[in-house]
């Protein structure tokens, strides 16, 4: 379930937020569900086409990794309640490596994607208050005729109506989030949003902070 070029641009000018009355949002499997696999720290940390973005230490002993999708209601929700004091005890502390990958559920999640990817290139900081912007004001953008709420909030990161059209036409970037998304889901069996991988084992949903605690607090190391 490859998300063409083509495919992209229709769906963007037509998709709704129909994941908003689910619970956690969810796709349909891409791989045989029978077939047993078991992920390594090497597969697990293997470089894709785009780089991770990264928050924390990385000479922590936990490496925290969140798949989510832009239009998921429950990691908008994760995002405002919980990451906030997840980042202020375990990632500013240097207790944890926090990686953030892309899992979009649709071709807008992926053009929102592909807006924090533009503008934080040079700038992981700046990807990660793109993403916090997005998803705090998901409700505003994540609409049926979505782009032009979407090029709103885009000019308040500083974009123009050309490098707006520009970015959500960058190929390179659209085919990395989607080899993003396929490996997740084929290699890693991520099959809803927001999933958790806590140094390399699964935790799906939107866990609360915890949760997060007894999870990491075992395993962080001084």
């Known amino acids: 379930m490859l998300i063409s070029r083509r495919e992209f641009c229709q769906r963007t000018a037509t998709v709704a937020l129909a994941t908003a009355v689910l619970g956690v949002s969810s796709l349909p499997p891409f791989v045989d569900q029978a077939r047993a696999q078991t992920v390594s720290d090497a597969e697990m940390m293997k470089p894709d086409i785009l780089p991770d973005m990264v928050m924390g230490s990385n000479k922590a002993t936990v490496t925290v990794i969140e798949y989510a999708s832009m239009t998921c209601p429950h990691c908008a929700q994760f995002n405002e309640i919980t990451f906030p004091e997840l980042k202020k005890r375990y990632i500013d502390t240097g207790k944890i490596r926090y990686i953030f990958r892309e899992f979009p559920l649709d071709s807008l999640a992926a053009a929102a994607f592909m807006l924090a990817r533009c503008t934080g290139e040079t700038d992981s900081a700046k990807y990660f208050a793109m993403i916090d912007t997005l998803f705090r004001q998901q409700r505003t953008w994540a609409v049926e005729k979505p782009l032009a709420p979407l090029l709103v909030i885009a000019k308040q990161a500083g974009f123009t109506q050309q490098t707006f059209d520009a970015c959500l036409a960058n190929q390179k970037v659209l085919d990395g989030i989607e080899s993003m ?42």
């Open 181 to 222: 998304r396929q490996r997740g889901a084929t290699v890693f069996k991520v099959e809803s949003t927001p999933t958790f991988f806590v140094n390399g084992t699964k935790h799906p949903g939107a866990l609360e902070i915890e949760q997060f605690a007894k999870l990491i607090d075992a395993q962080v190391k001084g």
